[in-house]
């Protein structure tokens, strides 16, 4: 009898097989992206990488690796997010330290990023001086500090166990030198440094009802300081960053913030309302408005 012949519980443990296995658990879970979980888990313990995998999609796992494995794939079944259990996550085609302390980083913020880029080149910025506003792991920063080597940028959060994560990950970027930390709610640390040609922030801004509908595994697991929203729209940060940011930004400059799904047209308003001439939203790769870019002239 052959191994293709065998019934499904005496099939042997090979890469192939634990990946379907594990996509189909994770699936049954609710896990947002089971296959990319069942492969980032297995690397791991394999200490290989993900395209390694289907080199040796027919290699049979050892016990003491399938033991490993099976505490991975536990925490995760259980609801833990794949980036806290390995401890780091890819973001800008960089690698980032994660821990519960900060939030995972998500695709959606690179659109952030490249709205920095794009906003400095359009203000003709040779050398911007950015802002960071509640960093976390410190992301935003270090992605901007790669993209603009003349750059100079200062981050700032409020927690300091986010605070050591961010200088930890800009130390291991080689980074270090590029960016300054300093701990203080919103604004309030960056008062003297000014001005700024950009401010960059992905803030608390989930509202109440969009709170409910998260999955649980995010609101179990990751900091709420970092995703809930003041006020009943959410949007308290990103209306003091735009209100308290005219006060250290250079003119011209902007504000750059994400925000959530329904949230772009109160945040334009509120743009308007503080009188920023210009107010631009930006899109994610499925048409969701994330970003509202926020400019002010000159001679404003």
């Not at 980083?105 to 690179?110: D, I, L, M, V």
Request: hydrophobic fraction near 45%; aromatic fraction near 6%; proline fraction near 6%.
């Amino acid at each position: 009898m052959n191994t293709e012949q065998r019934p499904e519980h005496e099939q042997p443990w090979t890469v192939g097989r634990v990946i379907r296995w594990c996509e189909d658990y994770f699936r049954g879970k609710g896990a947002g992206a089971p296959r990319l979980d069942a492969e980032l888990l297995l690397a791991r313990v394999l200490s290989c990488t993900r395209l390694r995998l289907y080199v040796d999609w027919n290699k049979l796992l050892e016990k003491e690796e399938l033991a490993a494995l099976r505490g991975l794939v536990a925490r995760r079944g259980a609801g833990e997010p794949t980036a806290y259990i390995l401890g780091e996550r890819e973001f800008w085609s960089l690698r980032f330290k994660v821990t519960p302390d900060v939030l995972v980083p998500r695709p959606e913020t690179e659109h952030a990023v490249e709205a920095v880029l794009e906003v400095a080149a359009r203000l003709g910025l040779r050398s911007p001086r950015i802002a960071d506003i509640g960093t976390g792991s410190g992301i935003i920063a270090c992605a901007l500090a790669k993209s603009l080597p003349t750059s100079t940028i200062w981050a700032s959060d409020v927690s300091q166990a986010a605070l050591a994560v961010a200088e930890e990950n800009a130390r291991a970027l080689g980074l270090a030198e590029r960016i300054r930390f300093v701990r203080g709610d919103m604004l309030a640390p960056l008062a003297e440094a000014g001005p700024f040609d950009v401010l960059v922030s992905n803030p608390p801004y989930v509202g109440p009802d969009a709170w409910d509908e998260l999955p649980e595994e995010v609101k179990r697991y990751e900091p709420e300081i970092a995703l809930r929203g003041a006020g009943p729209d959410g949007l308290e940060a990103v209306e003091r960053l735009l209100v308290e940011g005219l006060r250290v930004l250079a003119r011209p400059g902007a504000v750059v913030c994400e925000i959530g799904r329904g949230q772009s047209d109160r945040a334009c308003a509120l743009a308007a309302r503080a009188r920023y001439r210009e107010v631009a939203v930006k899109k994610d790769l499925a048409g969701v408005p994330r970003v509202v870019v926020a400019v002010v002239e000159a001679d404003a």
